[in-house]
C-alpha cells in the first residue's frame, strides 16, 4: 500500500516570514495529492491539492509544488499570518482508489 | 455546497451504552467514510461505503457498526465501548471511483466529538 512521510512534525515561523511542509509518497501510482488545514477542535478543511499531471499550482498565498520523479510534493505559505497556526496534513491517492492515505501532520505556529 | 453535516457534536457514552453517529451529505458524493482521529494525530480510516455497499473495514472492532441507509446517509453504530474508543470520528464524502472521472476531493464532516466513560 501507499505511504506517506512528513516532514517536519512542528514548524515556528514570525510573521510575515515563509514557511515550507514537505511530503514523501511510496507508491509512483498515486495521482493526486491534497493538503488539509485543522484547526484546533475543528474538522480537517481542503486547502489545496494537485495532481499528478501538474507540477504546480497556487491559490493566493498558497502553493504545492510536486516532483513525480521524486516523488514528493511541498505545501509552501508565503506572508505567514498567525491565523495560519494549525496542523496541515498532506495525503495521497492511488490511482483507482478513493481512499486517501495521510502524513503524520505538522504543527505550524505562526507568532506575531 | 461542499458541506457533510454530522450529529451529535458531543456525546458521552457509558461502556454499556448503545449509541449511534449520524453523518449526511447532499453533494451527491457516492463514496463516504468513517474515520476516528486521536489528538495531534491523522484521521484514521476505519470503513469506507462505496455506491451504499461496505466496500473497505479497516479491521475495526464489531462494537462499531456501519450502517449506509441511502446514498446521502451513513451512520455508524456503537456498543460496549472501551475507555480508548474516545476520540473525534470523522465522517467524509467524495465521488466513488468511476463516479466521475477527475473529480477526487475529500470532503470532511466537523466530527462528533466521543468521550466513554
Known amino acids: 500500500g501507499e505511504n506517506v512521510e512528513q516532514h517536519p512534525s512542528t514548524l515556528s515561523v514570525q510573521e510575515g516570514d515563509s514557511a515550507v511542509i514537505k511530503c514523501t509518497y511510496s507508491?509512483?501510482?498515486?495521482?493526486?495529492f491534497p493538503w488539509y488545514k485543522q484547526e484546533l477542535g475543528k474538522r480537517p478543511q481542503l486547502i489545496i491539492d494537485i495532481r499528478s499531471n501538474v507540477g504546480e499550482k497556487k491559490d493566493q498565498r498558497i502553493a504545492v509544488t510536486l516532483n513525480k520523479t521524486a516523488k514528493h510534493f511541498s505545501l509552501h505559505i508565503t506572508e505567514t499570518q498567525p491565523e495560519d497556526s494549525a496542523v496541515y496534513f498532506c495525503a495521497a491517492r492511488l490511482s483507482g482508489y478513493s481512499t486517501l492515505t495521510f502524513g503524520k501532520g505538522t504543527m505550524l505556529l505562526v507568532s506575531p | 455546497d461542499t458541506e457533510v453535516t454530522q450529529t451529535p457534536k458531543h456525546l458521552v457514552m457509558g461502556m454499556t451504552n448503545k449509541k449511534s453517529l449520524k453523518c449526511e451529505q447532499h453533494m451527491g458524493h457516492r463514496a463516504m467514510y468513517w474515520y476516528k482521529q486521536k489528538a495531534k494525530k491523522p484521521p484514521e480510516l476505519m470503513f469506507v461505503y462505496s455506491y451504499e455497499k461496505l466496500s473497505i473495514n479497516e479491521s475495526v472492532p464489531s462494537r462499531f457498526s456501519p450502517e449506509c441507509p441511502n446514498s446521502s446517509l451513513l451512520n455508524l453504530h456503537l456498543h460496549a465501548l472501551q475507555p480508548e474508543d474516545s476520540a473525534l470520528y470523522l465522517c467524509?464524502?467524495?465521488?466513488?471511483?468511476?463516479?466521475?472521472?477527475?473529480?477526487?476531493?475529500?470532503?470532511f464532516g466537523p466530527g462528533t466529538r466521543l468521550t466513554v466513560t
Open positions: 507508491d509512483s501510482a498515486s495521482n493526486y
Open positions: 467524509a464524502s467524495s465521488q466513488a471511483s468511476g463516479q466521475g472521472a477527475f473529480v477526487y476531493e475529500q470532503y
